[in-house]
């Protein structure tokens, strides 16, 4: 079964850091775009970054600067580092990614659990 798996959400203070990860993990062969998603209760769920295959980024404008999206295809992980945390980015964060996978074969989106990133002022 083909599944990600994120971790390292939790609480932080106000212009705090915080780094997650999203591990993608099954019978893939191979994973084209990569991305972080947010979503607060009731709203719709937020592009924050996107990465390609080749390693071009994307980033919301409220983001830039501040967040950073990354790869590591030999792990098949992705990751996103938060800097200067503010109280508007607490949201429940997923990671998403398009992936190939064997066995069947097959290709379409897989989404993360979702981590809650929390900011206090």
């Known amino acids: 079964q083909v599944q990600l798996v994120e971790s390292g959400g939790g609480l932080v203070q106000a212009g705090g850091s915080l780094r997650l990860s999203c591990a993608a993990s099954g019978s893939i062969f191979g994973i084209n775009d990569m991305g972080w998603y947010r979503q607060a209760p009731g709203k719709q769920r937020e592009l924050v970054a996107i990465i390609t295959s080749g390693g071009s980024t994307n980033y919301a404008e409220s983001v830039k600067g501040r967040f950073t999206i990354s790869r590591d295809n030999g792990k098949n992980t992705e990751y996103q580092q938060m800097n200067s945390l503010k109280p508007e980015d607490t949201d429940v964060y997923y990671c998403?990614?398009?992936?190939?996978?064997?066995?069947?074969?097959?290709?379409?989106?897989?989404w993360g659990q979702g981590t809650q990133v929390a900011v206090s002022s």
């Open positions: 998403r990614a398009e992936i190939v996978a064997r066995m069947p074969w097959s290709i379409r989106s897989y």
